[in-house]
C-alpha cells in the first residue's frame, strides 16, 4: 500500500518526519532519514530496555541443567539478543552443552547481527552445534515458518514485560503460532517495554500546530499506544493531531506495525512491502512524496 493524503504539498524541499522508535533503534532510522534528505524528529513513545528484574527472570534458563532442555530460542527484538547476551556476562561456563542435537537461534531481519562468533560462544563452546535462522520475510509469522515444525520440542521466547500500556497482541499471537506449528514456547519476560511518560508526545504536537509535520513513522503498534496516551494528556486524539497538519501522512515499518496502528484507530497511508531493515519504510515514503512532487 502507497497512498497518501492528496494534500501533501509538492513545494516541501525538506519534509519533517517524526518517529517514535525506542532508543534501541533510534540512530539507525535517523540516519537513514537523513541521508534522504528529510529532518528527522525523534519522539520516543517507548523505553525498551533490559532491567535487574528482567535478567534475573532470565538469567534461571542459562544452564546446561535448563537451556539442554530447549532445541531454539526465538529472538523476535534487537533488545532481547541484548538481555541475553547480558545475562550470560558473568556466567562461568557456556549455558550449552557442547554435545547434543543442533541448537536453533532464530532472529528477525537485521536483529541478527548480533548472533556473531562472540554471542555464540558465550552459548556454546561447541560453534558447530548452533544453526542461525534469519528468516526471509522479517515478521514472527515468518519466523515460526522458517523453524519448522516443532515436533513438542521446546523453544525459548526472550519477550517484553510491558509496562504503562496494554500488551499489544503480537507477543500472545506469537506464542500460539508457535504452539499451532508443533513447538512447546516458553515465554520468558527478558526485559521491558515502557511508557516514555505523559509529555512524550509534545514536540509532535508542538510541530502540528505550525503545520509543519508531514510524515509519522511507527515501528511498532505499542509506539502508537504510547503516542495515543500522550495526546490524550494534551487534550487531543490522532484524528484532531491531523488537522493541524492536514497533509501529515502515516507510515508503518512493516504489516504487523499498520495492523496494531488501524486496531487502534490509526489510519496508515504508507506501509513498507520491505521490512528487513528501515530503508523499506523510507523507500516508500520517497515513493509516496515523489507522486506529490511530479
Given at each position: ?8 504539498p509538492?513545494?516541501?524541499?525538506k ?10 533503534y533510534?540512530g539507525r532510522l ?9 529532518n ?5 513513545t517507548?523505553?525498551v530496555e ?8 532470565l ?16 529472538f ?15 556466567l562461568t561456563?557456556?549455558?550449552l ?5 543442533i541448537?536453533?537461534i532464530?532472529?528477525l531481519?537485521?536483529?541478527?547481527e ?7 560462544s558465550k ?6 552445534r ?11 509469522s515468518?519466523?515460526i ?12 521466547c526472550p519477550?517484553?514485560l ?8 503480537v ?7 508457535l ?12 526485559y ?5 511518560g505523559?509529555d512524550?508526545?509534545?514536540?509532535i504536537v508542538k ?5 509543519h ?16 496516551k ?16 492536514p497533509?501529515?501522512?502515516?507510515a ?6 499498520a495492523?496494531?496502528a ?8 504508507v ?12 523507500d ?6 515523489a507522486?506529490?512532487?511530479?
Amino acid at each position: 500500500m502507497l497512498a497518501a493524503s492528496s494534500s501533501i504539498p509538492i513545494s516541501v524541499d525538506k519534509p519533517t518526519i517524526a518517529f517514535t522508535t525506542p532508543p534501541n533503534y533510534a540512530g539507525r532510522l535517523s540516519h537513514v532519514l537523513t541521508l534522504n534528505g528529510y529532518n528527522p524528529l525523534w519522539c520516543p513513545t517507548l523505553i525498551v530496555e533490559p532491567t535487574p528484574h528482567t535478567i534475573s527472570l532470565l538469567k534461571p534458563y542459562l544452564s546446561p541443567q535448563n537451556l539442554d532442555q530447549f532445541s531454539a530460542i526465538a529472538f523476535t527484538s534487537r533488545t532481547a539478543i541484548k538481555a541475553f547476551s547480558d545475562a550470560a556476562n558473568d556466567l562461568t561456563e557456556p549455558p550449552l552443552s557442547p554435545s547434543g542435537d543442533i541448537f536453533t537461534i532464530a532472529a528477525l531481519g537485521k536483529d541478527s547481527e548480533l548472533l556473531d562468533d562472540d554471542f555464540i560462544s558465550k552459548l556454546c563452546d561447541n560453534l558447530k552445534r548452533i544453526r542461525v535462522i534469519v528468516p526471509p520475510k522479517a515478521t514472527p509469522s515468518g519466523l515460526i515458518a522458517s523453524l519448522g515444525v516443532g515436533g513438542g520440542r521446546r523453544v525459548l521466547c526472550p519477550v517484553p514485560l510491558v509496562v504503562g500500556l496494554d500488551e499489544p497482541p503480537v507477543v500472545p499471537n506469537f506464542l500460539r503460532e508457535l504452539h499451532a506449528s508443533g513447538w512447546v514456547p516458553v515465554r520468558v519476560n527478558a526485559y521491558e517495554t515502557r511508557w516514555c511518560g505523559p509529555d512524550c508526545a509534545e514536540e509532535i504536537v508542538k510541530i502540528a500546530e505550525d503545520g509543519h509535520l508531514h510524515v509519522v513513522v511507527f515501528t511498532s503498534s505499542a509506539e502508537v499506544e504510547g503516542l495515543l496516551k500522550s495526546l490524550k494528556e494534551f487534550g487531543l486524539n490522532f484524528d484532531s493531531l491531523r488537522k493541524r497538519s492536514p497533509e501529515m501522512i502515516v507510515a508503518a515499518h512493516g504489516p504487523v506495525t499498520a495492523a496494531g496502528a488501524e486496531r487502534l484507530g490509526v489510519k496508515v497511508d504508507v506501509v513498507s512491502s520491505k521490512f528487513d531493515s528501515f530503508d523499506g519504510v523510507v523507500d516508500a515514503i520517497n515513493v509516496t512524496l515523489a507522486k506529490f512532487r511530479s
